[in-house]
């Protein structure tokens, strides 16, 4: 379970959280649903720890925390298999596991290559796969499918959907189909400042 | 129309040395002053007969050691110092004026000063050290602030070991960093610590060879002393850059810091 209760983050001047109160269950999906620039990222970066709010507090139950970031942040100096192991635990970076999660993400053929040989779209998979091979029990993924093409985001859902059944996953995106695609329950995140997430 | 023909790449430096000797020959000859200016000719049959004496490869060696243990200590406590002033701002306020200091001041003060200090063997040594420090921290500091954040924000979020962000970001991320420091100040170290053996003239040192050619009006051994730092200062650059940039290549960690978020 998280529990947001009272947040405010501001950066500067501007405030883009206000006296935001939530609860996740524990497990689930939710689809962060609003305008750009309304604060959806800034909720993810608070329920990842990555960020703190100056007013009020984010309870979490969450042990291990995974997720695919808007941008790959792939390191250019390990080819794809080295950028999936380097995050994974002894007992599961073997190279049976890297290689079904490669598979998984249609990227078998690109094991030995270097993110800059890849494409936006090959990076975003490669970023998903790394999410989802490190598993934990909270998921979040911000904007998980905005460099796939349709096909392949059918494609991909499904190992997504599958995560959802053991984590709680929460992402951003721009598409009520997502929500759909991964089963979801939409948040539609409201006010200027962002002060509710209303579920529909 | 004809084509002129081009010359292969690999000739062209050849032909700047050469047409650099041959202008030096020309002004020699033209001079007719060997001992103002002695012919490269001179130059070079005095230089064959220094390296068929045991003394100017003891000289060497010493002048070699010397000057390349005080790199390496720069290299040391560069990277000791970076660390430092990168983690606590208090030790940066402190040591930022000593840094000021060791690129302000006249490196013959330096040597005058230390020479009263430590005794004249070893201020070749302290002078490469003290040239090449502020270099190595200045570009080591620089290489820690650059490093990546959002990488760094990725590898705490997945809970990567002190020793896996160390292995996989933060050296990747400062070794262009550190190359570049070791192009520069191992050049700058290797003519600063000539410097200070040729006013501090310690036992067995190639500028104790500098100064004592100079002294007996010998030029064209004065020449080919020169020739043996600049042959040196070439080999070890050469050497050490050789060295740094395969372990680079082979690591994959030349991607330029703009290109580091893929």
Known sequence: MIELRDITRRFGERTVIENLNFTFPDKGAFALMGPSGCGKTTLLRLLAKLDRPEIGSVIHSHRKISMAFQEPRLLP??????????????????SENTQKWLRLFELSDTAKQYPSTLSGCMKQRLSLARALAFGGDLLLLDEPFSALDQALKMRIAPHIREACRHALTVFVTH?????????????????????????? | MKKIPTLPRW??????????????????????????????????????????????WQTVGLSLMRIVVGILLALIGGTLLALLTVKSSFAHHLFSPVLTLCKATPVASIIFLVLLWIGRDRVPLFIAFIMALPIVWSNVREGLLQTDKQLLEMAALFGLSAKDKLLAIRIPSLFPYFLAACRSAIALAWKAGIAAEVLCAPKLSIGRGIYESKQYLMTDELFAWTLVVILISAAIEWGALKLLTKVQSQKKWEVEPRDRVA
Do not use: Y
Request: include cysteine; proline fraction near 7%; charge should be negative.
């Open chain 2, 11 to 56: 000739s062209l430096p050849l032909l700047s040395i050469l047409f650099w000797v041959g202008a030096w020959w020309l002004l020699a000859v033209l001079f007719g002053k060997p001992l103002l200016l002695p012919t490269p000719w001179s130059v070079i049959t005095t230089l064959f007969s220094l390296m068929r004496t045991a003394s100017f």
């Open chain 1, 175 to 200: 598409d009520p189909s997502d929500a759909d695609l991964l089963g979801a329950t939409v948040l539609h995140c409201q006010g200027s400042p962002l002060n509710t997430l209303s579920e529909t």
């Open chain 1, 77 to 94: 100096w390990l080819n794809c298999e080295d950028n999936l192991k380097l995050v994974l635990s002894k007992d599961n970076s073997s």
